[in-house]
């Protein structure tokens, strides 16, 4: 599947949420959300996928040495 160049990125969104183990091995970025309410119901839904072991969220605002 090819995405077109408007259907990629965050949008500016603040929240990324990652798995570890859906839809493959190792870390993926699974989604984005605009607030942390939002951001942990992403998470915990997709905490329940098939082969995801753990879920994150990070702040696209933070430092990344912090």
Known sequence: M?????????KGQRWIIEACGYPRAGWQVVGFAGDHPGAVQIS??????????STRIRDSKASPCA
């Open 2 to 10: 090819t995405l077109r160049p408007d259907q990629i990125s965050d």
């Open 44 to 53: 915990d839904a997709i905490a329940k996928a098939p082969g995801c072991t």
